[in-house]
C-alpha cells in the first residue's frame, strides 16, 4: 500500500509556471505507475501525464503536451508535475495517483488504486 501527499500549486498568473509535487510513503515505490489527473468544478477528472515505474516511459494529455513535464524520483519516493504556460482552462483541483504496475504508463481513471488529497490551482487571467 502507498500513500500520496502532495504539495505546490496555488495561485499562478496565466502564461506563468508551477510545479506540482507528490510523496509516496510504503515500500516498493519503484515498482508503482505513477500520474496526475486533474478535476475542474462541474467536469470529471481526466488524466494529464502518467509516468511508468523507471521514468523511462512518460504520457501526456493532448491538452498539456509540450507544457507540461511529470518526472520521479525513486530515490526519494516523489512525482513531479511541471506545468508551463498556463492557460485559465487549466485551473482545477490536480491529484496524483498511483497503481502497482511495472509495464508502461497508464491513463485511465480506473488503472489507479491510490489517490492524493489533490492540490487546487487558480489560473489568473
Known amino acids: 500500500q502507498v500513500q500520496l501527499v502532495q504539495s505546490g500549486g496555488g495561485l499562478v498568473q496565466a502564461g506563468g509556471s508551477l510545479t506540482l509535487s507528490c510523496a509516496a510513503s510504503g515500500r516498493s515505490f519503484n515498482s508503482y505507475a505513477m500520474g496526475w489527473f486533474r478535476q475542474a468544478p462541474g467536469k470529471e477528472r481526466e488524466f494529464v501525464a502518467g509516468i511508468n515505474w523507471s521514468g523511462s516511459t512518460t504520457t501526456y494529455a493532448d491538452s498539456v503536451k509540450g507544457r507540461g513535464t511529470i518526472s520521479r524520483d525513486n530515490a526519494k519516493n516523489t512525482v513531479l508535475l511541471q506545468m508551463n504556460s498556463l492557460k485559465p482552462e487549466d485551473m482545477a483541483v490536480y491529484f496524483c495517483?498511483?497503481?502497482?504496475?511495472?509495464?508502461?504508463?497508464?491513463?485511465?481513471?480506473?488503472?489507479?488504486?491510490?489517490w492524493g488529497q489533490g492540490t487546487p490551482v487558480t489560473v489568473s487571467s
Open positions: 495517483a498511483a497503481t502497482h504496475w511495472v509495464g508502461g504508463t497508464k491513463q485511465q481513471l480506473s488503472d489507479y488504486d491510490y
